[in-house]
């Protein structure tokens, strides 16, 4: 079955670390952009960063996760990382990853995605 799973979602103080893992099932995810999106209660869903490593490996991040925020891939486990340093309180969010055919953060280009994994920094 073709899947996209998040984990390594939980709660977290201000300043702390978390690393979100998204595995792929049934399809190879380095065919695809891979994005994180993020959705707070209330809110719209929100692009985070992207990677892109068909030919050589690309990434890009939204200004406010710029320098805090990392993406990586594990070829070997089919999956993708977003590792989340410094986090802060308005980066709580229900987090998602999602696979496109073009490098970007144009949601109207992800058509796969998964469940979402809770994210939440609180003190």
């Known amino acids: 079955q073709v899947q996209l799973v998040e984990s390594g979602g939980g709660l977290v103080q201000p300043g702390g670390s978390l690393r979100l893992s998204c595995a792929a099932s049934?399809?190879?995810?380095?065919?695809?952009?891979v994005g994180w999106f993020r959705q707070a209660p209330g809110k719209e869903r929100e692009g985070v960063g992207c990677?892109?490593?068909?030919?050589?490996?690309?990434?890009m991040y939204v200004d406010s996760v710029k320098g805090r925020f990392t993406i990586s891939r594990d070829p070997a486990k089919n999956t993708v990382y977003l590792q989340m340093n410094s986090l802060k309180p308005e980066d709580t969010a229900v987090y998602y990853c999602?696979?496109?055919?073009?490098?970007?953060?144009?949601?109207?280009?992800?058509?796969?995605w998964g469940q979402g994994t809770q994210v939440t920094v609180s003190s």
């Open positions: 999602a696979t496109a055919q073009w490098f970007g953060l144009d949601r109207t280009n992800y058509d796969r």
């Open positions: 049934g399809f190879r995810l380095d065919s695809y952009t």
């Open positions: 990677i892109n490593s068909l030919r050589y490996t690309r990434t």
